[in-house]
């Protein structure tokens, strides 16, 4: 009445471990590209104006530097330089939200292949809703229009600046 087990046994424990190991090695190469997408997703963008006076460089987590053309206050008047600014900074928000789309598209893709946390680990956190709500692009905000800090005033020093040119 004793049976040999050993052989069904190691083999249903060869063919586990065989799984355990392509497991390992997926996730292994799912974490080389998260680490990827983040790092191609945190790249610094720069955009120039349609005038070419500005360029404003940033990334996802916002404007890192704007730099203004030396000749920009003899080209331009402060109103359009201005708009250029705000037309730059808009512009390159536009490319790093595509950039970032972009670098976690394979990411996006991987969800769909792999079995969720919470399907090995009851109570576990979903990993799949981790990666929709990084993938998800943020919800578009209006644009506020632009306030003055100062109110025009009819003092002496405030017309001198207002009917004076800054540069001779």
Request: charged share 25%; no cysteine; proline share 7%.
């Amino acid at each position: 009445m004793n049976e040999d087990w050993s052989a069904p046994t190691r083999a249903a424990n060869d063919a586990l471990r065989a799984q355990v190991d392509a497991m390992l090695d997926s996730f292994t190469a799912d974490k080389s590209a998260l680490l990827d997408a983040q790092r191609r997703a945190t790249e610094p963008v720069s955009v120039w104006s349609e005038d070419n006076l500005v360029r404003v460089t940033g990334t996802i987590a916002g404007v890192s530097e704007v730099h203004i053309e030396p000749d920009a206050f003899k080209r331009s008047t402060p109103d359009s330089l201005g708009r250029s600014v705000t037309e730059a900074i808009t512009a390159m928000r536009i490319a790093v939200t595509q950039l970032q789309e972009q670098a976690m598209a394979p990411i996006a893709n991987l969800t769909g292949q792999l079995p969720d946390l919470p399907d090995l680990v009851p109570g576990a956190v979903s990993v799949k809703d981790l990666i929709a709500q990084l993938t998800s692009p943020p919800a578009e905000a209006e644009p506020e229009a632009p306030r003055r800090l100062v109110e025009d005033s009819d003092d002496d020093e405030g017309d001198y600046f207002r009917n004076q040119s800054y540069l001779r």
